[in-house]
């Protein structure tokens, strides 16, 4: 049985216009993918994934954006082609392309050996993550969830730390609300000393946010990060900040 007689077919749905058509081929490509040899993936469906991400039309070089991730571990000698194609693809002029890349980028670095994450992931994540687009900077933010945790402590301090407290005071409410939804997330990623000392601070900022989705969204998320903070913090800075939203809010 066969499984890469289908690959063809797929590759050829996942340059298709429709998106709903192209999103339904790359996801069978990646069940397909997860029962390949590693001589298959290596000589059929890296192959693939580059030719995709090399297409003239921008369709293919979206849908290429999803297959990196379940690929890399198994592609041998192509791994190198395999990251620098993505890097191009994060670079492209398209939002569409940096948007389906900065969706991916968290799932992708934690199949990267960690000095590849350190040396060509990162940079591109800060870049990404500061994209004019502010669906681009959402992606980032919620690819940082997986990353956050493939890293260790000191190299989320060092490499990520400031681009998640940059996007809690994002301009942009959508980019506040994924810090907010997320929170409990985050987190749990960063770990307990990181959310104590750092990130504490901004998200009680936006507990009073101007946008009430974004409030809303931040009160919401309390019970789940409570373990992760110091009584000390839910005292002196989340209780004061919460009863002045309440009485803003019964005013």
């Known amino acids: 049985n066969d499984k890469t007689v289908f690959l063809g077919l797929l590759e050829l749905l996942a340059r298709q216009d429709e998106t709903v058509v192209r999103d339904q081929a790359a996801k069978s490509l990646t069940t397909i993918s997860e029962s390949l040899s590693d001589a298959e993936i290596q000589n059929v469906f890296a192959p693939l994934v580059i030719k995709l991400a090399q297409g003239e039309w921008f369709t293919g070089r979206v849908s290429s954006c999803h297959l990196f991730f379940p690929c890399y571990s198994k592609s ?14 994060c670079n492209e002029d398209t939002p569409m392309i940096r948007r389906a890349c900065a969706s991916k980028l968290g799932q992708f670095a934690t199949q990267l050996e960690k000095q590849h994450v350190l040396q ?20 980032c933010l919620e690819s940082l969830i997986p990353m956050a ?6 190299e989320n301090q060092i490499h990520t730390l400031g681009t998640l407290l940059a996007a809690g005071e994002d301009k942009s409410w959508k980019v506040r609300l994924a810090f907010a939804k997320n929170f409990a997330a985050f987190a749990d990623s960063f770990g307990k000393e990181i959310t104590d000392n750092n990130l504490i601070q901004t998200f009680t900022l936006l507990l009073n946010d101007n946008e009430a989705e974004v409030k809303h969204a931040a009160i919401c998320n309390i019970s789940e990060c409570l373990k992760n903070l110091s009584t000390e913090k839910i005292c002196n ?8 939203a309440y009485a803003d809010a019964t005013a």
């Open 120 to 139: 060509e992931i990162l940079p591109i994540f800060r870049q990404l993550s500061q994209d004019e687009q502010d669906t681009i900077r959402v992606m």
């Open 237 to 244: 800075l989340m209780l004061p900040t919460l009863q002045s």
């Open 149 to 154: 945790k493939y890293l260790s402590k000191e």
């Open 76 to 89: 041998g000698p192509q791994k190198e082609k395999l990251r620098k194609k993505f890097i191009e693809l």
